[in-house]
Structure formats: structure tokens, C-alpha cells
């Protein structure tokens, strides 16, 4: 055989292979087992979603970061309208600075373990804000936090509003040390646009992308659940903080309130 017929040869196995692993890939995430597209109007789906409420106290005040917000279900706070669900964080009082705005976590099932986890949102954008898309334990098998492990496929601060940024929270990796792990990446019309944040989690491994940028990756060093506690059922979480040990790191502007997240679905592949 000649060397171009060779080398022809070579680049269709080649392209073989990759099409094999897109068509392998496709096909591992390709069962839709749980969506919210908010083709409705009013309050959150109540079969999909619940709340956290209050402010964290008095075990774990400030949700833990001395964030300024509480947490509510007032629909004030989030509703569903024109094929979107909307968090709102918003100031309810200047005599009493009390700022209000809602954490949804998913609910009418045990959560997921391994899949494709897909948010479409538009994000909100004032000095103080701190919004996340994200995953807890369903149950906390290894103890507390962080030791049963915290997935945040994404997070945005106010005071660097082009960055998005997704971590890992685990007993051995947290922020509480200081030695989580992390990358960010620019998405500079996060706040005049939708994009899709998007968490692919395996047994070896997990990966997050926005809008197929895969730029964030943690791998499982098969030490032990202090540095892997992925392998049980997690939950989703939608919400937008205020103030905090990051999202006030250079302070809040309340004049900037109300602001809201848009999410035009949430959808769950496995």
C-alpha cells in the first residue's frame, strides 16, 4: 500500500473512532428521565420542586458564607412566566434591610446518580450578588458538609460578572480550608443572554461545560469519599444569594435590587 493511500486510510479510522465516541456518548446520555421546560404560568411545579427557607439559623446562619439574604416561597420570589422560572432577589424593606429571594431544590424523587444535568439561564448582575446552579447530597451519607460533597456546576458574583465559575466541595477539597477545586471561565453576556451550564458526572469522573465548553474537570482518585463522594444520590438547587463571604467581597449595592435569574428549563439525562 502507498503512503497516501495509507494515510488515507489512517484519518477514516481515525475519524471512525471519534465519530464512535460522540455516537457512544450521545447514546450514554440520550434517556430525558426528568425535566422542568416551564411551559406553565404561577408558582414553581410543586411535584418538582421545594424550598429552603429562612435565613439558616441558628445552626448554620448566613447559610454558612454570613450571606444577607432569607429565603422564602413567596411567589414574589419565584415564579413561572412566559415559559421561564424566575428567582427574584429584591429588598422587601429599607427601614429593616431586609433583602428576600429563593433557593429551589428539586424534590418528588431521590435524586440522580451519574448523568447529564442541563440548566438554560440568563443570570442577574449588581454588586453583592452571588447566584448559583448546583447540587447537594439527597442524603448525607458521609456527614455533614462538606463531607458528603457539593457539586456547584455554576456560581457568578456581581463584582466579576463576566466569569463563571464551578467547584468541588469535599472533605478533602473544600472551601472551608481553602483548598477546593475550581476554574473559571468568561462568559462575558452572562447576564444579557442564556446559556447552557451543563454537568456530566460518571463514576471516574465529572465534567462541566457551558454551552459544550467543557471547562472544569474533576476526576475520582479512588482514595477514598473524603475526596470522592460521588457516589451517591445528589439533588438540584437553583438560587441567588447577597452579600457574603464571596458575593460581598467588595461589597452590595441594594439600589441595584430587585434583580432576577431566568431559567428556561432544567433537564435530566441518563
Not at 122 to 150: D, F, V
Not at 155 to 175: C, K, L, Q, R, W
Request: charged share 20%.
Amino acid at each position: 500500500m502507498n503512503r497516501i493511500n495509507s494515510l488515507v486510510l489512517l484519518s477514516l479510522i481515525c475519524l471512525g473512532s471519534c465519530l464512535s465516541a460522540t455516537d457512544d456518548k450521545d447514546k450514554k446520555y440520550s434517556t430525558l428521565v426528568w425535566s422542568d421546560e416551564f411551559d406553565y404560568s404561577g408558582v414553581p411545579d410543586t411535584t418538582k420542586w421545594t424550598y429552603d427557607l429562612g435565613d439558616g439559623c441558628p445552626n448554620n446562619c448566613g447559610w454558612g458564607n454570613n450571606e444577607l439574604q432569607q429565603y422564602t416561597s413567596d411567589a414574589a420570589n419565584a415564579y413561572v412566566e412566559d415559559g421561564k422560572l424566575i428567582i427574584v432577589l429584591r429588598q422587601d424593606s429599607e427601614i429593616d434591610s431586609l433583602f428576600t429571594s429563593a433557593r429551589l431544590l428539586s424534590t418528588g424523587n431521590k435524586g440522580w446518580k451519574y448523568g447529564r444535568f442541563e440548566f438554560r439561564a440568563k443570570l442577574p448582575s449588581a454588586l453583592g450578588t452571588w447566584s448559583a446552579l448546583w447540587m447537594l447530597p439527597s442524603e448525607w451519607i458521609y456527614g455533614g458538609w462538606p463531607h458528603s460533597g457539593e457539586i456547584d456546576i455554576m456560581e457568578n458574583v456581581g463584582y466579576d460578572p463576566d466569569s463563571v465559575v464551578s467547584a468541588t466541595h469535599t472533605g478533602m477539597y473544600n472551601g472551608a480550608q481553602g483548598t477546593q477545586k475550581h476554574t473559571a471561565i468568561a462568559v462575558p453576556d452572562c447576564d444579557t443572554a442564556f446559556h447552557n451550564y451543563i454537568l456530566e458526572w460518571d463514576e471516574d469522573e465529572y465534567r462541566v461545560y457551558v454551552d459544550e465548553n467543557l471547562f472544569f474537570t474533576y476526576q475520582n482518585e479512588n482514595k477514598s469519599s473524603a475526596q470522592w463522594p460521588y457516589d451517591q444520590r445528589f439533588r438540584l438547587l437553583m438560587n441567588i444569594a447577597f452579600g457574603g463571604n464571596w458575593g460581598g467581597l467588595k461589597g452590595i449595592d441594594p439600589t441595584a435590587l430587585p434583580v432576577k435569574m431566568e431559567v428556561d428549563y432544567v433537564r435530566v439525562y441518563q
